[in-house]
């Protein structure tokens, strides 16, 4: 056998540990866009210290309360107890602090604001942190002496990305006015968002704190049509551009635009509003994300409603209500939360998966009757580009009398066309720098999905503060506009683990009876975690900024903490099994002539719980466990 085929020794990749990897361990705040600490409030949680726990989710965030009920939770995706069965139910929990502490936690002193800013002195376990206590002086501050600057800022658009705007330029000192065409503020988490998923009340009760921070709000204002733009840029410094994207994408097919086609967009405002929708018996949903699931279980809602008939006397009244969702996608390919799958099904939403429409069929008066679709035979081609192709022999009909499509949306750009400086490009987008929100206008900004297109909520808050902070630099205002990350690691005395926690398993929030849930709009699908499922569910958290830190110099590799780790997570190998890189050959290099007797410990982040045992064992108490923290702090 030659030295080539001679078999190789098993090489481990691994990492030297500094402060950007400890970093990196705490998923759920580093993939947080607004950097909320949700390991800090989830904590704080398990140790029955809720309005601490509030205080660290709200710091960061102005529409926390909104946030615990319908946020896309990428902390939860990026949860490292998720590889190993479940995420922590993060947003749910945020939910049960927010409930209790948030504006919407009832009437306080006055204006209905939270305890929190009404109280005169803060009791001491709340100020500990310097995020909450520099939070809480601004926002009392401003309480106290709303921004008055003669100058003021534009901000088209109320929904999340406008409102976290106007928030922080308050908070800097620079008075706002949001225009919103909607009757309503909120945009669309007031008109495209279900009340069964989003009360109405919640979002005043946010909206009311940022007026009560001089925030000005004029409703019922469509720029361009009301207003002009350039009457909008001469009352302002600057405007900030803050519109969703509220335009449905039309269903690009025969008898596209038939009677009884409707925008699921466009349906739903309608219901927002109180306004009558129309819609018959039987109504065809197609997309299969959220906004589709949205407009298929508001249908079977209204449907409901509009004919006065609970979901119990339907079959009595002779009312055979039908409810299908079509889209392209498999099951396992659906873009639609999972929750929202389920409730859909347990709320009568016929689903219909990997089928894409190829005609819509009407009556002779031109009216929907159906819908032709054809199985998808694959979805992407061989560049991995979305390419759908269909088995044109493979025909399903589905009958309705109403169509909802739920396909995307795209900004409508039309104010805009006629202001000179600005630049758009092939597909008609405003052309701007998303992390700035700058455009080739000095004076005109962009946040949220007008910068970037469709995201998720907590995305377009964080756009909103980004962008807030720019525009305060371009009124004057001395602040940084990078962040700069503030990093600690100190070693924990009596550190203690609830024993069983690792084998806690996720609880998902209790969900309202279905035959409760369905008669009426405004009844809350999901209901709030009791406090002690709130504190079991937090028990769960692995403790990430917690980390085992290994003394080598008192370490004599005995092993007895690879033997005692019950996760197997542990491993001591040779220095020469390390597979080379940068690191680890400076690493080989420093070590010189020692370096073929050296042996490394390698730790398997995604497998450890945070136990101690590993500590608990060491003889020489080479092993402590140190709680890391860190925060993005403009500096």
Same mark, same amino acid.
């Given at each position: ?22 970093? !990196?361990?705490? +998923? ?16 704080? *949680? ?19 309360? *909104? ?9 939860? $995706? ?7 069965? #479940? ?46 206590? =520099? ?11 709303? $921004? ?5 800022? +534009?901000? *088209? ?15 800097? +000192?620079?008075?706002?006015?949001? &225009? ?15 009340? &069964? ?22 409703? @019922?204002? =469509? ?21 969703? #994207? ?43 994300? /959220? ?16 004919? %006065? ?8 009244? @002779? ?13 396992? =390919? ?21 089928? +894409? ?25 061989? /560049? ?22 739920? *396909? ?38 962009? $946040? ?84 002690? %499922? ?24 005995? @092993? @007895? ?19 080379? /890189?940068?690191?680890? %050959? ?17 730790? %398997?982040?995604?497998?450890?719980? !945070? ?25």
């Amino acid at each position: 056998m030659s030295a080539e085929d001679e078999p190789q020794p098993a090489r481990y990749s691994a990492e030297i540990a500094d402060a950007d990897y400890y970093k !990196r361990l705490i +998923g759920c705040q580093s993939g947080c866009p607004v950097h909320t600490d949700s390991r800090g409030y989830v904590q704080a *949680i398990a140790r029955g210290e809720l309005e601490k726990a509030y205080l660290i989710a709200r710091a960061p965030n102005p529409l926390a309360s *909104i946030c615990g009920r319908i946020c896309g939770a990428p902390c939860e $995706a990026n949860c490292r107890r998720g590889n190993i069965d #479940a995420p922590v139910a993060i947003r749910a929990l945020k939910r049960v602090v927010c409930e209790q502490y948030g504006p919407e936690s009832g009437v306080h002193a006055r204006e209905e604001l939270p305890k929190w800013i009404v109280s005169q002195e803060p009791t001491t376990e709340n100020v500990d942190r310097e995020d909450i206590r =520099q939070f809480k002086d601004q926002l009392k501050a401003r309480l106290a002496n709303p $921004a008055s600057d003669s100058r003021t800022i +534009g901000i *088209i658009g109320s929904g999340p990305a406008g409102l976290a705007a106007a928030h922080d330029l308050a908070i800097l +000192g620079f008075p706002s006015v949001v &225009y919103e065409r909607e009757p309503v503020a909120g945009g669309m988490l007031a008109v495209g968002i279900p009340e &069964y998923r989003l009360p109405r009340s919640l979002i005043s009760s946010e909206i009311d704190v940022i007026r009560a921070l001089g925030v000005k709000f004029e409703t @019922g204002v =469509q720029i361009g049509k009301d207003i002009s733009i350039d009457e909008l840029m001469s009352r302002h410094e600057k405007v900030i551009v803050a519109i969703g #994207a509220k335009i449905p994408r039309p269903l690009p097919i025969p008898g596209g635009n038939a009677k009884g086609v409707l925008g699921g967009i466009d349906f739903l405002r309608d219901v927002a509003l109180g306004e009558t929708t129309g819609i018959g018996n039987r109504v065809l949903v197609i997309g299969g994300g /959220n906004v589709a699931y949205d407009a298929a279980r508001t249908a079977v809602r209204r449907v409901y409603i509009e004919r %006065d008939v609970t979901p119990q006397a339907r079959k009595l009244a @002779g009312i055979g209500a039908e409810i299908h969702l079509a889209c392209l996608e498999s099951l396992d =390919q659906m873009l639609a939360d999972q929750v929202e799958i389920l409730e859909g099904e347990e709320e009568g939403v016929i689903r219909h998966n990997g089928i +894409g429409p190829a005609e819509v069929l009407t009556d002779e008066n031109g009216h929907v009757k159906a819908v032709k679709f054809l199985r998808v035979v694959s979805l992407w081609d061989e /560049n991995g580009r979305f390419s759908p192709q269909y088995d044109t022999g493979d025909e399903t009909i589905i009958e309705c009398d109403t169509v909802l499509v739920c *396909i995307g949306q795209s900004v409508d750009w039309s104010f805009l066309k006629g202001v000179d400086g600005l630049d758009f490009d092939e597909r008609g987008n405003l052309k701007n720098d998303p992390a700035t929100g700058r455009t080739s206008h000095d004076d005109i900004f962009l $946040a949220g999905d007008a910068a970037y297109g469709p995201r998720l909520a907590i995305d377009a808050i964080a756009s909103g503060k980004r962008i807030a902070r720019v525009v305060a630099t371009k009124m004057g205002a001395q602040i940084p506009l990078e962040t700069q990350t503030s990093c600690d690691h100190e070693p924990i005395a009596d550190y203690y683990r609830r024993e069983g926690f690792e084998r806690l398993a996720r609880q998902e929030s209790p969900a309202q009876d279905v035959t409760e849930r369905v008669g009426a709009m405004h009844v809350q699908v999901e209901r709030t975690f009791s406090e002690d %499922d709130a504190h079991e569910q937090a028990m769960r958290c692995l403790s990430c900024n917690v980390n085992t830190v290994f003394d080598s110099s008192r370490c004599v590799l005995c @092993g @007895g903490c690879v033997d005692v780790c019950p996760e197997d997570c542990l491993k001591i190998i040779p220095i020469t099994k390390l597979e080379r /890189n940068e690191e680890i %050959d400076t690493l080989i290099r420093e070590l010189g002539d020692e370096a073929g007797e050296t042996s490394v410990i390698l730790k %398997d982040e995604d497998r450890c719980i !945070r136990c101690a045992l590993c500590a608990e064992r060491c003889p020489n108490d080479a092993i402590t466990m140190e709680l890391f923290s860190f925060q993005e702090n403009y500096q």
